[in-house]
Nanobody
C-alpha cells in the first residue's frame, strides 16, 4: 500500500523560502493526483497545491498562488513544494496526500475529502 513521508519543514523568517518534499513508497505513484495540505492550530486542514500525476496540471490556493510551486519527480517517486516569500500565516503542519488512480478525477483537488492517503506531516513555522 502507498505510504507518504514528508520532510523539509523548519523555521524561517518572514519573507524567506523553504522547500518541502514528500516521498511516495509502497507502489510507485498509483495516484491520480497528489497534493499538499496544511493545518494551523485550531483551524481546519486546507488545500495548498495539487498536481495531477499524468498531466502535471497544477492547482493552487489563492493564498499561495505565485509564491508556492508544486512539482513531482516520477523517477524518484517524490513530490516537492517550493515556498517563497513566506508569511506568518503560512505557519502550520504541512501534509502530503494522494488520491488513488481508480477514484478518478477529483471534483476539487484542494479538498480534504478527495484524498484518503496521508502523510504524518512536517512543521513549518514562519516568524
Amino acid at each position: 500500500h502507498v505510504q507518504l513521508v514528508e520532510s523539509g519543514g523548519g523555521s524561517v523568517q518572514a519573507g524567506g523560502s523553504l522547500g518541502l518534499a514528500c516521498q511516495v513508497s509502497g507502489n510507485t505513484f498509483p495516484s491520480y493526483c497528489i497534493a499538499w495540505f496544511r493545518q494551523a492550530p485550531g483551524l481546519e486542514r486546507e488545500g495548498v497545491a495539487s498536481i495531477a500525476i499524468r498531466t502535471t496540471a497544477t492547482n493552487y490556493a489563492n493564498s499561495v498562488r505565485g509564491r508556492f510551486t508544486v512539482s513531482i519527480d516520477k523517477d524518484k517517486d517524490m513530490m516537492f513544494l517550493q515556498m517563497r516569500i513566506l508569511q506568518p500565516e503560512d505557519t502550520g503542519t504541512y501534509f502530503c496526500a494522494a488520491r488513488p488512480w481508480d477514484e478518478g478525477v477529483p471534483n476539487d483537488p484542494l479538498r480534504v475529502p478527495e484524498y484518503n492517503i496521508w502523510g504524518q506531516g512536517t512543521q513549518v513555522t514562519v516568524s
